[in-house]
């Protein structure tokens, strides 16, 4: 039996619209979406899709023995430059504003003018109103569990193990890594929303990564949503490293050859469970720099230009998909983004759509990314 939001199904009852490995699908084909009790998300860094998936790939873990293992999403975009537009638009469906394009150096109140259309709060700012929910709030709120792991969120002795943030009003100290400290508060959106920072949940839900391989140990320990964070090391986004060691891509699928076997081995995986990588931009500039964008070019109200700065949008980058509910080797050409990603998830658990994730060119995943009968 797999839990879901509305109960318990057999996993006979979870067949879906089956196409060969190398078939790729109309992503209007009407399917089933699956329901996986648990979810993995893992965020990566500022790798353009060449770099990770082409054929000199600087991620050769990923690139072949996962993509083997699932379904390659060759068009899969970010939605903005630089990094946080991107989770914050993954977890919310909100899109950037000037504070947040750039990173929240300050992590400043959102002052709010008002709210726009298909959620979209107005205004600029870092820390969102309690009006403005998550997809952890929603499943919260629907009775299912999440967590969201940081590495070294525990390293520094004289900041909060967990829910690590700013003081509201004051200095992000947490923009560049320390030899011994990779944790980067704009790569953990839940600690942008007052929903989630005024609850003692956040204490519980944003922990370091040293609690994942004991939470995964069991079905019944294991969130619904597990979201993983590397530090800005393993990451990929720094090269070097603050400690002088390599960086860039090819450490950031070192991390994965650590991490993703454990995923795959638990007990929540064999239960019918779903894992997803991906990254949160393109290379914002070098040789492989781009910001294109797809799925309707969505503006945001908040702001005067596109939200990749030089473009629409955070660019190529590409994402993998394993579990049962996908064919191994399979692939996908059709166009997905960040808000395409939440708006998936919600509709595997039977949530409503946040933000943008609602908006009606914003594609979730349908037949040609869920393949193979669970």
Known sequence: MIRTAAGFVAVGALLLGCTSADQRTDPSTSVA??????????????TSYEESFGPDAAMPYLANDLTEQGVLLTQFYGIAH??????????????PNPSTQFGCTTYSEFVSTGTGEYGQVLGDGCVFPSSVLTIGDQLTAAGLTWRAYG????????????CRH??????????SALPDDG????????????????????????VDLDEFEADIATLASTPNLSYLVPGL????HDSPCADGSAGGAPR?????RTWVPKILVSPAMADGGLLIITFDEAEAGGDLKDAGSCCGDLPSPNLDGPAGVSGPGGGRIGAVLIGAAVAPGSVSDTSYNHYSLLCSLEQLWGLD??????????????ADVYTAAA
């Open 33 to 46: 979406p699956p329901k996986p009790a648990h979810v993995f998300v893992i965020m990566l860094e500022n």
């Open 183 to 206: 944790y980067a508060t704009r790569h953990m959106p839940f600690v942008y929303f007052h929903s989630i920072i005024d609850s003692p949940d956040c204490a519980t839900n944003v």
């Open 151 to 162: 590495q070294d969120m525990a390293a520094d002795p004289d900041q909060a193990a967990s």
């Open 353 to 366: 759509r946040l933000g943008y994730a609602g908006h009606p060119s914003t594609p979730c995943f349908g």
């Open 166 to 175: 700013p003081v509201v009003g004051t200095a992000d100290t947490d923009q």
């Open 233 to 236: 090391c393993d990451d990929g």
């Open 252 to 256: 950031a699928d070192e991390w994965l």
């Open 82 to 95: 630089n990094s946080l537009g991107n989770y914050l638009g993954q977890i919310s469906g909100q899109a």
